[in-house]
């Protein structure tokens, strides 16, 4: 059984930092590429942050310098430090496994439950 267990969200002052993790199990970790979305009521999931099982990484431009995605292989677990945190960060933060395949159209995704993150003025 596959899980994905997001930690680290809560409520901080905007220019504060935060860090998130998710440790997954049931998966090669290693073999995944790994994400972070977030979503606010009304809106559609974003992506935030991936970082591929190569080792390569994107950011959003609202998060571009701000936000540092990493992965600790032997441990299972992919990180989101989130520095000088803007209230417009305010989301549910979602961590995101994904397989490609050659038989599975889209490859494989499996997602945790979501950790709060509340950013005040």
């Known amino acids: 059984q596959v899980q994905l267990v997001e930690s680290g969200g809560g409520l901080v002052q905007a220019g504060g930092s935060l860090r998130l993790s998710c440790t997954a199990s049931g998966i090669t970790f290693s073999g995944n590429d790994m994400g972070w979305y977030r979503q606010t009521p009304g809106k559609q999931r974003e992506l935030v942050a991936s970082?591929?099982?190569?080792?390569?990484?994107y950011a959003a431009d609202s998060v571009k310098g701000r936000f540092t995605i990493s992965r600790d292989n032997a441990k299972n677990t992919v990180y989101l430090q989130m520095n000088s945190l803007k209230p417009e960060d305010t989301a549910i933060y979602y961590c995101?496994?994904?397989?490609?395949?050659?038989?599975?159209?889209?490859?494989?995704?499996?997602w945790g439950r979501g950790t709060q993150v509340t950013v005040s003025t």
């Open positions: 995101n496994a994904h397989r490609d395949s050659l038989v599975t159209k889209g490859g494989y995704d499996y």
């Open positions: 970082m591929a099982s190569g080792g390569g990484t």
